[in-house]
């Protein structure tokens, strides 16, 4: 796994996730996984957490108090503690970045197998 692809597929996939939404963010790492030939599902999930801490991160920098009324009142509702929330956020970017890497080296081989 190469450190500055996943750096610069991390920042590429946050700034889709900030300008587009969050849906069109798993474009980037299912197309990085495309070219890697193994653990595919590490590199997604890397990709994808280090994308969704960087907005966590730049949310609590651009508006610090919007975020800290927003998560106890989020926590309000499902009765948890607000510091639970962002580490189900990163647990839940961990599961998405692993299935959208495994997506990926699943499109490679599927389509070596076609050609």
Do not use: D
Request: aromatic share 10%; net charge positive; hydrophobic share 65%.
């Amino acid at each position: 796994m190469k450190w500055w692809l996943v750096l610069f597929a991390g920042l590429a996939s946050s700034g889709l996730h900030a300008l587009v939404g969050w849906e069109l963010a798993l474009i980037v790492p299912v197309c990085c996984t495309f070219f890697v030939t193994e653990r595919a599902w590490l590199q997604g999930l890397v990709i994808t957490v280090f994308a969704w801490c960087v907005l966590m991160l730049a949310n609590y920098v651009l508006a610090p108090e919007p975020m800290v009324r927003l998560l106890p009142t989020l926590a309000g509702f499902i009765n948890a503690p607000a510091a639970l929330l962002p580490v189900a956020s990163m647990l839940l970017a961990a599961l998405v970045g692993t299935l959208a890497g495994v997506l990926g080296a699943s499109l490679r081989q599927l389509l070596a197998r076609q050609g």
